[in-house]
């Protein structure tokens, strides 16, 4: 290990990083995706200094394979954008280059931010708009969680540490940079990501960082409802386990952003708590699996715990004129239930659904043998798979991933022509069938 003095460009001695050279950690050059170390050595060669940086070099020391590999540069945004033309600029409150390859594969290339608000002194409780660049050191800083803010170089492929990050990812320790309280009130949603990174790497949160999150749980209703609705999203779709609902719970947090659960998991309702793990549990191991389950579908597996408790009579077996009520009854609760995440009326009506129909499947089910007027429904297939991720988080049969829809995915560099050539004429010529509407033209 080995210490070096940074020089930013007003001629001022930057904070002395903790270097550690190659042959003091675990993984090499040649463990890093091919593309991001393309774009690394892009950047390089036209002299600009880049660095592999967050969460891949954080999964990199863990021996795990890393899901994102993020790079940050001295290059502005205008300039990265000249040395890949393959790539677009996204963001208005800090722009940043998204760099494609094939497959729909995007690697994310940011400029070096300045500190701001990590340095700020005073009573400042609003996140400013900041747009304004800054150095290596200073982006460090400006980072959520110590394991998240360390940099690689591939020049000399060393680790370059600033905020004390290596020596918290070998204690196993999810820590704030900087002051935790001061930073969560500048920006709350802080609270999810901390609690998000210790349930996935199973660390434990330090005393300090947790005690902000309790202090100042109450700010994350200030923070803007899209922020929140998608990084509850994310949680569902990867972050989310038995360990994340019990850090959630006991922070108090979990009522915070889920208002309507209260009282649910009181008394007797120990039962729906694991369920609701279980649940978890299922969602967690299908995501792992590349599997695709949309916002409606989540969402509604996250909500039969409470949706049982509000509405008991989901257990008893109904005609279709009872269950459509049941529906009805479920999509006004959630109205009101679901008002602060501004989830749209239509995914509502879907969650509401799903849930209603729930126990129609518990009833028909034999061994995976369905009746034939169920399986003519139309919506038998995609309430079928809600049936038997329910049913494998109450102890039984696993779920066959290869049952469950995937996304379609389309290919951005697929070059198509124009619209009017896409398209069926109306009607076929001749003999021939076809047309948008399968009409033939008369001769």
Known sequence: MQERTIINTSGIEEPKPLVIIK??????????????????????????????????????????IPKDYDISTEARPGQIRKVFRNSRTIGRRFRLVQVFFPENKIIEVSTFRCKSEYDIDGEVDVLPANNTF??????????????????YDIENEAIIDYTGGVDDLKKGIIRIVGNPDKRIIRDPVRILRSIRHASRIKFTIEEQTWNAIISHREKLR?????????????????GANREWLRLMVDSGVFYILFPFYRGVFDDEGAKRKELLANILRVIERIQKNSAHLPEAFLLALFL?????????????????????????????????????????????????SLLARLNVFAVQDKNGNWPGWLKKKSYFKENSYFYMIYRESTGGTSVDLTDLPGPVKKNRFLKTGS?????????????????????????
Not at 222 to 238: A, M, N
Not at 315 to 339: A, P
Not at 419 to 443: D, Q, T, W, Y
């Open 23 to 64: 042959d003091q950690h675990n993984f090499s050059i040649n463990d890093i995706d091919r593309d991001a170390l393309k774009v690394l050595k892009q950047l390089h060669a036209e002299g600009y200094k880049a660095y592999l940086v967050g969460g891949g070099v954080r999964d990199l020391l863990l021996k795990r």
């Open 222 to 238: 200030l923070c803007p409802v899209s922020r929140i609705r998608d990084e509850i999203l994310k949680d569902l779709r990867g």
């Open 134 to 151: 800054g150095t290596e050191a200073d982006d460090a800083f400006r980072r959520d969680l110590t394991i998240n803010s360390l940099f």
């Open 304 to 352: 039969i715990p409470w949706s049982s408790c509000v509405f008991p009579e989901m257990s008893v077996q109904m005609k279709s004129g009872q269950l459509y009520s049941l529906s009805r009854r479920i999509k006004i609760s959630l109205d009101s239930s679901l008002e602060h995440l501004n989830i749209k009326k239509a995914t509502k009506e879907h969650i509401a």
């Open 419 to 443: 619209r009017r050539n896409e398209r069926n004429p109306a009607f076929a010529k001749g003999k021939k069938k076809g047309g948008v509407f399968g009409l033939r033209k008369k001769h």
